[in-house]
């Protein structure tokens, strides 16, 4: 049995979820990080010593962390050879785009812009530097645009583990208030995402208990 550690409003446990889900996969999943705790426990530290989540045990192999290095440990054990080839040249373009869609996309998305507009209250916003930061995006989301125009997923015609990276923060990116640039192929894409019951099950979900208001911040919670 595959375990995951991990709350649901993590887009990094949403990640593996999906692929999970993606590839037929059953899991438990144990709640873990943020208002969970357990992450900080002797035993999970063990396990993941940064404390961070996810952590993935499958059966009786060593734990797992680094979003990343779980996506491709289950693509390799699980997936076809459309999701992840067994050639290494074709499977090295599809890590290309994964890699490429997690630090170009994820990452300067999640810290860079949700945080600091859903994560922070809103009397303490700084919107010059979430539009500075959005402006990096956007050069990003541009190549991913053009990309899209002649393809119907991030590295070519099939969905596959590059997907996982570069979708799975999109619902977050489509869904909170901020100012968008046109990308109709983006926009297309997710919208093909959003038709796969995997990633409505474990993407689209509910992300309220991350937002701090400026009451939670008179009270003193942190942001």
């Known amino acids: 049995m595959i375990t995951v550690w991990g709350r649901v ?7 593996t979820l999906w692929c999970l889900a993606e590839l037929g996969l059953a899991f438990d999943r144990i ?14 530290l063990e396990m993941n010593p940064n404390g961070f989540v996810p952590t993935l045990v499958d059966g009786e192999n060593p734990p797992l962390f680094e979003t990343g290095a ?35 996309i994820a990452l300067r998305f999640t810290s860079p812009v ?16 979430i539009f500075t930061n959005l402006d990096l ?3 990003f989301l ?19 583990l590059a997907d996982i990276q570069m979708g799975h923060c999109l619902f977050r990116y489509f869904d909170i208030d901020i100012p968008r640039a ?3 192929h983006l926009q297309t894409y997710y919208e093909r995402l959003c038709a ?22 008179r009270l003193g919670k942190p942001v």
Do not use: C
């Open 9 to 15: 409003s993590s887009s990094n446990v949403q990640a």
């Open 31 to 44: 709640d873990a990080g943020f208002i969970y705790g357990v992450t900080d426990t002797p035993a999970y």
């Open 70 to 104: 779980i996506l491709r440990y289950l693509a390799t054990a699980y997936g076809d050879d459309t999701f992840w080839p067994v050639d290494l040249v074709a499977r090295t373009q599809i890590d290309k785009w994964a890699e490429w869609a997690k630090i170009n």
């Open 114 to 129: 949700f945080w600091l507009v859903i994560r922070t209250a809103p009397s303490a916003w700084d919107l010059d530097r």
């Open 137 to 139: 995006l956007n050069k």
């Open 142 to 160: 541009a190549i991913a645009d053009t990309r899209l125009a002649a393809n119907a997923f991030i590295a070519g015609s099939q969905f596959t």
């Open 182 to 184: 046109g990308f109709p």
């Open 196 to 217: 796969r019951p995997a990633y409505r099950r474990h993407v689209m979900v509910d992300y309220e208990e991350l937002r701090v208001t400026d009451q939670a911040r």
